[in-house]
């Protein structure tokens, strides 16, 4: 079967299907095709060939009566393997719930593309419970980042088969979340845009938690705008409502404390030539010092993670039990240093965070974002992350601390690439904004991405 269309943007395929020169089930068809034949078996967890060969036709249908629903009808979408579908278990990553109750009805946010006229293919792959950021899976394999020549790199996590699949031009796009840089993490190590919505943006109806405070969603796509699309899908709207802007007088601020500590060369470059384009193009670039990201590493340090006391609570019993057995080892370690976070330590974290949040915003001007490297070093190699435990610890904690400082301070933000690094590995740029600013981070986004990409 041909594979003409793998690798193609959401609005590479739009044109095509809603001009009537590629019908959705042969779309559809090629993408299960390639999976199935896919070199790497790790990817998804699971084909959903019943249910999408049934939305394509009637995609299909609906096309050639002129009904059809939009940019996003016919189009094929992956769910990363927390997303509740209708009839199926929801895994998370993890075996012990491979026996878990069917789902009764798919989440909110899997019902509102559907009703958009998006085919859901499969379930990805992703680190288990969500709980790393480096997308290592003991249990369903490791997904390998397609852009390495070198050897076997990281997909990065915990969205791992979400990314791996739209790089290996297995989707247009993959729904992923983000609790301390889930999305934007493995979007940035495999040269994708990652959008991490405002928490509470879309319905968190039928997606497994990790940590409720800091959990939320988005896509992992090949555009800004593809990203706008979905964004707007995934809340019933029928379009986006993001107004293009100029970049010439757009201003963003880049902290010059933490986020720039042990920044590999490469990615260092990178991000500094894609800062000169910007200013060369008229975006008002300044550098000021953040406080609050000294003060939330310090709340850590001394509270413990927001995250893993909430994801204490969640495992809890679980640890206490025979699963525990049957989970990855460094999972169970992480989660369980939980146990030692105090409901004094919870409540002072909490009320940490948000003087934090206001300390953080009274650092911006009017309309003004913040950008700096999405993660501070390329895509490592994944086998002496699989031999070292100490080392995995160390690693997924730097993996993570530039872009867990979105969710600590509950900021929306966009992963773009902007050059590649060491090895010739992708570097991203991570533009964020504060709670509910989704509209205006997206239309800078969407009017930097070819600057910032060079």
């Known amino acids: 079967m041909t594979q003409a269309h793998l690798g193609k943007s959401i609005a590479q395929l739009s044109v095509l299907i809603q001009s009537g020169s590629l019908d959705p089930v042969a779309l ?50 992956a769910w990363k393997d927390l997303f509740a579908i209708a009839g199926l278990p929801t895994t998370a990553g993890s075996i012990v ?51 390495a020549s070198d050897m076997a790199r990281i997909p990065g996590g915990s969205s791992s088969g979400s990314a791996v699949a739209v790089a290996s031009g297995l989707v247009p796009v993959s729904i992923g979340t983000d609790t301390g840089g889930s999305v934007r993490i493995p979007s940035a190590f495999n040269g994708l845009v990652g959008y991490k919505a405002s928490r509470g943006r879309y319905s968190m109806a039928g997606v497994f938690p990790l940590a409720t405070s800091l959990d939320s969603l988005g896509p992992l796509c090949r555009s800004v705008q593809d990203a706008v699309w979905v964004d707007a899908a995934m809340r ?33 470059q990178a991000f500094e030539a894609a800062l000169a384009r910007l200013s060369a193009a008229g975006v008002k670039v300044r550098h000021a010092a953040f406080p609050a ?41 992480r989660t369980r240093l939980g146990e030692k976070i105090t409901l004094v330590d919870y409540l002072a974290i909490l009320g940490a965070r948000e003087r934090l949040i206001k300390d953080a915003a009274g650092m911006l001007g009017p309309n003004e974002l913040i950008a700096y490297p999405t993660v501070a070093h390329v895509a490592p190699a994944l086998a002496p992350l699989e031999a070292d435990d100490e080392l995995f610890v ?19 933000g966009v992963s773009m690439p902007c050059g590649t690094g060491e090895a010739g590995m992708p570097a991203g740029l991570l533009l964020s904004a504060p709670q509910g600013r989704d509209e ?15």
């Open 293 to 333: 990201f000294d003060g939330l590493f310090q709340v850590m340090a001394d509270h413990g993670p927001l995250a893993t006391a909430e994801a204490f609570v969640l495992h809890h019993r679980r640890l206490a039990g025979p699963e525990a057995q049957r989970m990855d080892r460094r999972v169970v370690a």
């Open 394 to 412: 160390k690693v997924n904690f730097k993996t993570l601390r530039n872009t867990l400082i979105g969710n600590f301070l509950d900021w929306c």
């Open 236 to 268: 019933g709207r029928a379009a986006p409502d993001v107004i293009r802007v100029d970049p010439a007088g757009l201003s963003i601020v880049v902290p010059t404390n933490i986020v720039m500590d042990d920044v590999e060369h490469g990615v260092a």
């Open 28 to 77: 559809v068809e090629e993408s299960l095709d390639a999976i199935r034949t896919h070199k790497d078996q790790a990817i998804f967890t699971r084909l959903l060939e019943t249910r999408a060969k049934e939305e394509a036709i009637a995609s299909s249908r609906r096309l050639r009566e002129g009904r059809s629903r939009g940019l996003l009808d016919g189009i094929p979408v």
């Open 97 to 147: 719930l491979a026996n878990a109750a069917a789902a009764q009805e798919d989440a909110d946010v899997v019902k509102a593309l559907k009703a958009a006229g998006m085919i859901a293919v499969g379930r990805v792959n992703m680190s288990e419970f969500a709980f790393s950021g480096l997308g290592l899976n003991p249990h369903y394999g490791t997904p390998l980042n397609p852009l």
């Open 440 to 454: 205006s981070l997206l239309a800078v986004a969407m009017a930097l991405e070819d600057i910032v990409a060079g």
